[in-house]
């Protein structure tokens, strides 16, 4: 019982309380069919902003707000009731429907606008129903002086401006299902679907503020700033939006803050200037971001004109952009101000209601009259009346809620179907979200899932011309597109392309230089390195320089490499000394075969078998043309044609002295010493012979060339050398030449050891051995040489590998015949027998074994050299030299 009779008392102090609070409260009512309530900030909180003595409104309502005119904020509400008025003039619009509306002062505080919300008519009927339903759940009854109550009619809430008040309101509404329908809270926490439920705004959200903030910033290539924030939830939602977004730009170049702070009218002055004492410690950093409230903003910058903070770029949130309040004493501080405002004009048909004030707004009005009394010595009557862009969005959340409401009670031209007393208050708020018009103010109005509207911003800054400043638009952002210049800036500079290094912690490092970042700030701050060396970096801002790949070579700038011409090996001082000394190799073979000819019946020229030893000439004068080939140019004909070449020489020279060591072996082995009879000795068996070796070459090179054909290949040799080298596309083709070849020198040299000790007077077999011992030794080193090593080195050393071979086979083959021919003509003669002494004694010969054994081969006092008479003068060198012939 107790509890009960608890309950009635506190419907009745609800209602006194309601009642005092009703009669003392000033507030825009205007009855109708169906209601709204509206929340606008008449009033700043006292000791917000600077006062005039004479303003005397706060005095009127002392228990009000006490602090002086947001001139912004009778705008907000004389656009909501131009919106009203229109609307209800509307014969299409919610016909049959009038629209009335209860409009209460925020005073830009969260407390004052909760109790002023709580005389909303939605509120004290839901609050009165739940109530009744306790006192009647007790047995008892009330008097009908305290039943009688209005009906409940509101059906939504526009408001509020700022968006702490507005997260305040949009709990509170969402109880009793009331969608709140701002036109000017902009923080990104509203677009929390959990929380807010029945939240709608016809701003877009601060993300996408921040968004645009940040394309403006990258658009002008600066990335060294400073924020500073209203501590509110607008600023702070706002700032921490702009702090995300340049922290998660990965495909971007980065941003970095120097100092980022936040702060309120209500901060002392020691602090504000404390932070710009940290900002200055930055000069680098010249862009200050500030995301703050009006009042706020005007405060900071006032300070800052007294701290004399300019030649700074200011980059203003929405709540202060086009406000010539803020700019009045402060145009040399905020010469360079860019400002994000929505994409909402001042209406014009608006702008002309609004300075044409009639009795009758005055009345409807309370704090009309005071405005126009003291809206001339506040402003400067040089300057326009400082207008807010968002009456335009306020004009058009009320036609959102009109279009809802219209759509809801199922409305035509002429008429509505459904009754406004069967109102759902459930349903209004899908109603609203899900209509989508074409404003008076001629915005296209629709809702996103998060219940705000497209974000499309004007991007303006302070132009000054004729000794005069005013805004002028500096560009657009939308959702999608980011930021672009108007049509005047994208043809002729914009007024920043002079700052494009303003706001830099260092310079862009340009092509050819690399960033070495600072220990503070090391993604914004850093020196810019030259390349060094075959490096370079061919775009801005990079982090690293890239070597040039092999035969490609980083220009003067280090911007980008460039293709190596290709050396020309005959041009350089190696190449000549390869052309050099194979003319003077040719040179040397040519006067041995002339000197051979013209003796060529003589016995060393004899002795030595004149047919192969033309044909090691030719061979020997062959394999020194070859370097001058490995010098020339390579072509794809030339490539192809090589190992043909190498091979014909080749063949020449160790077929002419295979044929030569097995002939010698032949002659004196042990079968040919018993019978004295040798096949396959004449001249004709031997160049067969070398024909053969030939002909078998030239088709393993044929092999070589359809396995592995040939080709002109850049190599690099060293960092700045390109030389042409033919190279085939596998190893496969070459190796089985190879492979071939040195089988052949190593038969060769293996047999030309074994006779190297053969007894005779014109016996060549020791050189031959020389020579081929030499020539291993010189593959042996030249294989590990030639594949460490590559381009003109490689080149120069196989050519002077083929020379040295040539040289030491001349030398060591034809240079003691030179000698003897040249400067030992004596020795030169037919060899004269002495006459033999008889034997004593019969003496068996010593056989030999092998074909090594020849060394040891006695033939005197032979046996068998008795028996045998054409054996017997093989010790003579007469008869070598026939048979050898």
């Not at 830009?108 to 339903?133: C, K, P, W």
């Not at 939240?199 to 060294?224: C, E, G, H, Y």
């Not at 509110?232 to 980065?254: C, H, M, P, V, W």
């Not at 086979?809 to 006459?835: A, D, H, M, S, T």
Request: charged residues 20%; hydrophobic residues 40%.
């Amino acid at each position: 019982m107790f509890v009960c009779w608890l309950t009635l008392l506190s419907v009745n102090v609800f209602f006194v309380e309601a009642k005092m609070l009703k009669n003392e409260s000033p507030r825009i009512f205007i009855a109708g069919d169906v209601m709204f309530a509206g929340l606008a900030p008449i009033h700043y909180p006292q000791g917000t902003r600077e006062e005039d003595p004479e303003q005397n409104s706060h005095g009127k309502f002392s228990h009000h707000c006490g602090g002086p005119f947001n001139f912004r904020g009778i705008q907000h509400a004389e656009a909501i009731l131009y919106a009203l008025d229109q609307i209800n003039k509307n014969k299409t619009l919610l016909p049959g429907i009038l629209l009335g509306v209860d409009i209460k002062d925020t005073c830009n505080s969260v407390d004052h606008t909760i109790q002023e919300s709580l005389q909303f008519g939605f509120i004290r009927a839901a609050y009165m129903r739940a109530e009744l339903d306790n006192i009647r759940a007790c047995g008892l009854t009330l008097n009908a002086s305290t039943l009688k109550t209005s009906p409940d009619k509101g059906v939504a809430l526009v408001g509020a401006a700022y968006s702490g008040i507005t997260i305040a309101v949009a709990n509170l509404a969402g109880l009793f299902h009331v969608p709140v329908v701002s036109y000017a809270s902009t923080s990104r926490l509203l677009s929390d679907r959990k929380r807010f439920k029945n939240f709608l705004r016809t701003v877009p959200s601060d993300t996408r503020q921040a968004q645009a903030m940040v394309d403006i910033i990258r658009k002008l290539d600066w990335n060294f700033v400073s924020t500073v924030a209203s501590d509110t939830e607008y600023g702070r939602s706002g700032i921490d939006a702009f702090k995300q977004l340049i922290g998660s730009s990965q495909n971007y170049s980065r941003i970095c803050i120097a100092v980022d702070e936040v702060f309120t009218v209500r901060t002392p002055e020691a602090k504000v200037r404390e932070i710009m004492s940290k900002i200055r410690e930055h000069p680098e950093a010249k862009v200050i971001v500030l995301f703050a409230e009006l009042n706020d903003a005007d405060y900071f910058i006032n300070v800052a004109r007294e701290e004399n903070m300019a030649g700074y770029i200011w980059i203003g949130s929405d709540a202060f952009a086009r406000s010539y309040s803020v700019l009045r004493n402060n145009k040399e501080i905020l010469k360079y101000w860019i400002n994000i405002e929505p994409n909402s004009k001042v209406y014009e048909p608006f702008r002309d209601y609004f300075e044409n004030i009639t009795q009758e707004r005055l009345n409807r009005n309370p704090w009309l009259r005071t405005y126009q009394r003291y809206v001339k010595k506040l402003l400067n009557s040089t300057e326009p009346i400082d207008y807010s862009s968002y009456t335009t969005t306020a004009i058009d959340a009320v036609y959102a809620v009109a279009y809802g409401l219209h759509n809801m009670y199922r409305c035509s031209d002429k008429a509505c179907l459904i009754q406004v007393s069967n109102t759902i208050q459930s349903e209004v708020y899908d109603f609203i979200k899900n209509s989508s018009f074409v404003s008076p103010t001629g915005q296209r109005v629709s809702f996103d899932d998060s219940g705000s509207a497209k974000a499309y911003y004007n991007i303006i800054f302070l132009n000054k011309r004729g000794g005069k400043f005013f805004f002028d638009i500096l560009g657009s952002w939308y959702l999608g597109e980011k930021f672009k210049f108007c049509s005047p800036f994208e043809v002729y500079r914009h007024p920043f392309s002079d700052f494009q290094s303003f706001a830099r912690c260092s310079p862009r490092c340009r092509p050819g230089h690399w960033k070495e970042p600072k220990k503070h700030y090391p993604e914004c701050c850093w020196n810019c390195l030259r390349c060094d060396g075959n490096s370079i970096s061919n775009q801005s801002e990079a982090t690293a320089c890239v070597s040039c790949p092999d035969g490609m070579t980083a220009n003067s700038g280090k911007s980008y490499c460039i293709i190596i011409p290709s050396k020309e090996i005959f041009r350089t001082t190696p190449g000549v000394a390869v052309a050099c000394v194979s003319g003077v190799g040719i040179s040397a073979v040519l006067v041995t075969f002339v000197s051979m000819f013209k003796q060529r019946d003589t016995p060393v020229v004899k002795a030595s078998s004149r047919g192969i030893s033309y044909v090691l000439l030719f061979g020997l004068a062959w394999c020194y043309a070859l370097p001058i080939q490995f010098i020339l140019q390579p072509t794809p004909l030339l490539c192809q044609i090589r190992p043909f070449l190498i091979s014909t020489g080749v063949a020449l020279v160790i077929g002419a002295l295979l044929a030569k060591t097995n002939r010698i072996a032949r002659i004196f082995s042990l079968k040919t010493m018993r019978t004295g009879k040798a096949y396959f000795l004449s001249n004709k068996w031997q160049l067969l012979f070398v024909l053969l070796c030939v002909v078998v070459e030239n088709c393993i090179a044929a092999t070589w060339i359809i396995i592995s054909p040939q080709k002109s290949v850049r190599v690099t040799h060293g960092s700045y050398q390109v030389v042409l080298e033919c190279m085939g596309e596998s190893l496969e083709g070459v190796t089985i030449w190879a492979a071939f070849n040195a089988a052949l020198i190593l038969l060769c040299t293996y047999q030309a050891f074994l006779v190297r000790k053969v007894p005779a007077n014109y016996n060549e077999a020791k050189f031959i051995a020389f020579s081929m011992v030499t020539v291993c030794i010189s593959g042996a080193v030249f294989i590990p040489t030639a594949l460490g090593t590559k381009g003109l080195h490689r080149t120069i050393t196989t050519c002077f590998l083929f020379i040295l071979c040539c040289t030491v086979g001349l030398v060591c083959l034809f240079g003691p015949k030179l000698y003897i021919i040249i400067f030992r003509p004596e020795k030169n003669q037919p060899y004269e027998p002495k006459p033999e002494p008889k034997p004593i004694g019969v003496l068996r010969p010593q056989y030999v074994r092998s074909i090594s054994s020849l060394s040891t081969l006695t033939m005197t006092n032979s046996l068998e050299s008795l028996d045998n008479p054409q054996l017997t003068n093989l010790h003579h060198s007469e008869a070598l030299a026939s048979r050898l012939q």
